[in-house]
């Protein structure tokens, strides 16, 4: 691996412990549900980071991982759409998308994509999800007319970090596969473009937490 890719490696991952961080320190002031969820699911990031680098760093196949997280990641952020959106139908649509979701990845390790390989087909699923996820929230805020400055809003955040995160990387989660056994150049560079976003992501999450008690 490039230094180049090591020092975006190592700053990407360590960066996820500025949310926990800024989560743990803002606990005492409660805020509401939402904060709750979003901190769970810095934990959970910090967890995935933590094995995924631990892993990495002794040369050990780390990529069985992103099969188990992925799923679990889209089941969290969900959950806190859940919680956001009081209409039922949207509720029961979110409950069975998830289930549905886990299914598909159960199904693509065992029939589409090996346990030991990058599991691209449901990263772009996630990714369409999660976005169509975050549009529904632009277009509630915008009808409901009850969030005078948006950017103080912690899910209309969270939604925009979920647009611009996921709506960057999905390109290359559907393409990584092929790229690693065409050219590993193009990869290392798609990876850093990911890397980048990555940090963008926990620095955007940091900003959720340190809003969302205030609110």
């Known amino acids: 691996m490039m230094p180049f890719i090591k020092v975006l490696v190592n700053i990407a991952v360590f960066s996820v412990l500025v949310p926990l961080a800024v989560g743990l320190y803002q606990w005492h002031k409660g805020g509401k549900l939402v904060a709750k969820l979003v901190l769970l699911y810095v934990c959970f990031l910090v967890v995935v980071e933590g094995l995924g680098y631990y892993l990495g760093a002794r040369k050990i196949n780390n990529l069985w991982l992103s099969h188990v997280y992925i799923p679990i990641e889209y089941a969290l952020l969900s959950l806190i759409y859940y919680f956001v959106f009081d209409n039922k139908t949207v509720r029961w649509v979110l409950s069975v998308s998830v289930v549905l979701f886990a299914l598909f990845c159960v199904y ?41 400055y948006l950017e103080r809003d912690p899910v209309f955040l969270l939604s925009a970090g979920i647009i611009i995160y996921f709506a960057g990387s999905v390109t ?32 955007l999450l940091a900003t959720v937490l340190w809003r969302a008690p205030r609110q």
């Open 108 to 148: 693509d390790v065992f029939y589409i994509e090996s346990m030991l390989t990058f599991n691209s087909y449901p990263r772009t699923v996630e990714s369409a999800l999660l976005i169509a996820l975050a549009l529904m929230y632009f277009n509630k805020v915008f009808q409901d007319l009850d969030k005078l």
């Open 172 to 203: 290359f989660y559907g393409l990584v596969n092929k790229m690693m056994a065409q050219s590993q150049e193009q990869t290392r560079l798609l990876l850093s473009i990911i890397y980048v976003l990555n940090f963008g992501f926990n620095m």
